[in-house]
């Protein structure tokens, strides 16, 4: 079946640096991928979709300049989150897919900014 | 980002009864549905799917109904185990995008 690698699962950053997460399709190619974000005890709230070879498309509300997404390979979408405060401190999870035949999400990541 | 709901309501339910998990969704061209469950600290995982040109499927010990009229979602879990304890969602795309959009979720408590 499909698998999707997210490293890290976890980080601690100090406030005002940057991070960058991964988001690998192991056995199958995605053209697409799709990045969200999960505060405690809350659903999972799509923060933008990556395509290969173009840009990302933003969520409303979600800044584009700080959370930057590369989707250079059709195996890999990266998310930086730049100059990091604790409020962006969540659980970040990444899936791709293809619509009408379901995603397949990562293990996500714990960012904890301090 | 788009999310129906923010707070998790939770379903308490004892080992061997069945359970039901409710959800409703929002858009009306949305066409294809799935049930996702979330354990603590990890991604969601795949349950089981259905189209809009259907109103239940059957899976292995899961049931989803699908209700256009009002927009409705359930999943019936029969015989819920301790290991079906976790957070489920409903989840609503449609073939015109690309976009999956999640429900508030429900957390499922199975009492041994």
């Known amino acids: 079946g499909a698998v999707v690698s997210q490293h890290p699962s976890w980080v601690i950053c100090k406030s005002g640096t940057s991070v960058k997460i991964e988001c690998r399709s192991l056995?199958?190619?995605?053209?697409?991928m799709f990045w969200y974000r999960q505060f405690p005890k809350q659903s999972l709230m799509l923060m933008a979709t990556?395509?290969?070879?173009?840009?990302?498309?933003?969520e409303q509300g979600v800044e584009k300049d700080k959370f930057l997404i590369n989707h250079a390979s059709l195996t890999l979408s990266t998310l930086t989150v730049t100059s990091a405060h604790p409020e962006d401190s969540s659980f970040y999870i990444c899936?791709?897919?293809?619509?009408?035949?379901?995603?397949?999400f990562g293990s996500g990541t714990r960012l904890t900014v301090v | 980002g788009e999310s129906v709901g923010l707070h998790l309501p939770t379903l308490s339910v004892q080992e061997g009864d069945n359970s039901i998990i409710n959800c409703a969704y929002s858009?009306?061209?949305?066409?294809?549905f799935i049930w996702y469950k979330q354990e603590s600290g990890k991604g969601p995982q795949f349950i089981i799917d259905?189209?809009?040109?259907?109103d239940k499927r059957q899976g292995q010990r899961v049931t989803v109904l699908l209700n256009k009229t009002v927009k409705h979602l359930s999943l019936q879990i029969a015989a819920t185990q301790p290991g079906d304890s976790a957070v489920y969602f409903c989840?609503?795309?449609?073939?015109?995008?690309?976009?999956?959009?999640f429900g508030a979720g429900t957390r499922l408590f199975v009492k041994a």
């Open positions: 899936s791709a897919g293809m619509t009408n035949y379901g995603y397949t």
């Open positions: 056995d199958f190619q995605a053209t697409t």
């Open positions: 990556s395509n290969e070879g173009s840009k990302a498309t933003y």
């Open positions: 858009n009306s061209a949305s066409d294809y």
């Open positions: 259905i189209r809009s040109n259907m």
């Open positions: 989840a609503e795309t449609y073939t015109g995008g690309f976009k999956t959009i």
